[in-house]
């Protein structure tokens, strides 16, 4: 793994209620130091995210019905929409976890689809909570996300519970077509995790903690450089 494919793999989140704009300058300046693929920010920061990278390829995703999923699809439409016009390319969206429980497959089916059809060709990522699924329901749920047309399945919103771990990941794909993108979200803070999640499956990784994964890369990489003295001495 190379610090670019690394740092390519990262969405670098602040999605703090509390979170003041001398931190969001603070994420939008490290996403492009590191080079990470998105900043993932509430939508009320889009258009402030949108601007501070205009001449950047950091690209802006926010989330959509975030984090419980309970807001109806209409609600969900125009925050999607109010995000795109704004600047956000990718959206990560939480699933209704209360009708999907319900069994009504039918309205949370839709729903994904009509976000599709309305996303104007970004990229849509399901958010489907794990830690609220038993494994059954987890495979359902990642069917039925791609099935809707949605190009990710996401793990969690990291505000419920457990977060994303191998074992869910490879869960997920083992549901999912080999194409289909898969997020590891929720509680990761080490590279450690993010080797394990991407090796199990995950294309990308939504985390708080980028810069600590990318100083404990670089640490590793140059842990293991040899020292080209030693056969001068």
């Known amino acids: 793994m190379t610090q670019e494919f690394l740092a390519g793999t990262i969405d670098h989140t602040l999605l ?25 920010v509430n939508t009320s920061r889009v258009e402030e995210a949108n601007k501070f990278f205009k001449d950047n390829h950091v690209k802006v995703c926010s989330v959509v019905g975030f984090p419980l999923g309970a807001s109806t699809t209409s609600t969900k439409l125009k925050e999607m929409e109010s995000c795109i016009q704004d600047g956000a390319v990718e959206i990560d969206m939480v699933m209704n976890i209360g009708y999907f429980k319900d069994g009504n497959l039918d309205y949370v089916a839709n729903e994904i689809v009509q976000m599709v059809n309305s996303a104007s060709g970004n990229i849509l990522k399901v958010i489907i909570e794990t830690n609220l699924l038993n494994e059954d329901e987890i495979i359902q749920a990642s069917k039925l996300v791609v099935d809707s047309g949605a190009q990710f399945v996401k793990t969690s919103t990291g505000f419920c519970g457990r977060g994303a771990t191998p074992d869910l990941v490879q869960l997920i794909r083992s549901a999912v077509r080999p194409e289909t ?21 995950a294309n990308r990784i939504g985390t708080s903690s980028g810069v600590i994964i990318m100083k404990e890369f670089s640490q590793k990489r140059f842990k293991f450089v040899p020292n080209l003295n030693d056969k001068f001495e």
């Open 16 to 40: 703090k209620p509390d979170a003041d704009s001398h931190q969001f300058t603070q994420l939008f300046e490290e996403a492009i130091h590191y080079g990470f693929h998105s900043v993932c």
């Open 181 to 201: 993108g898969i997020k590891a979200s929720g509680g990761i803070k080490t590279l450690e995790q993010v080797e394990a999640l991407i090796d199990a499956g």
